[in-house]
């Protein structure tokens, strides 16, 4: 069982930058692949980037590709999302969630946890 909380969601203006924190509880947190969704208004939630236990694994989704970089220290059971060069169309929630599945998957059906969510806005 893993629990999830996000934090340091906000307000920035484009082309400024965010960084998301996301704290879990589970002595197993090592175990899983973790990874960063966001849904915007009337969207389907969508991957952002996913590590693996090791860290020396992670896969981004094309629209934020060498923009923001996922990062996870397993000693203090913490994943980060540093977003960078921001745009509008980030806006949206931003979820943590967790997965069993060991290939990092990039489809939510796949994670088996999430956290509450923490709203990023971007301002044009």
């Known amino acids: 069982q893993v629990h999830l909380v996000e934090s340091g969601g906000g307000l920035v203006q484009a082309g400024g930058s965010l960084r998301l924190s996301c704290a879990a509880s589970?002595?197993?947190?090592?175990?899983?692949?973790m990874a960063w969704f966001r849904q915007a208004p009337g969207k389907e939630r969508e991957f952002v980037a996913g590590?693996?236990?090791?860290?020396?694994?992670?896969r981004y989704g094309d629209s934020v590709k060498g923009r923001f970089t996922i990062s996870r220290d397993n000693a203090k059971n913490t994943v980060l999302l540093q977003m960078n060069s921001l745009k509008p169309e980030d806006t949206a929630v931003y979820y943590c969630?967790?997965?069993?599945?060991?290939?990092?998957?990039?489809?939510?059906?796949?994670?088996?946890?999430w956290g509450q969510g923490t709203q990023v806005t971007v301002s044009s």
């Open positions: 969630a967790a997965s069993v599945d060991l290939r990092l998957p990039v489809t939510a059906p796949e994670y088996n946890y």
């Open positions: 589970g002595r197993t947190f090592s175990s899983y692949v």
């Open positions: 590590i693996l236990w090791s860290g020396y694994s992670t």
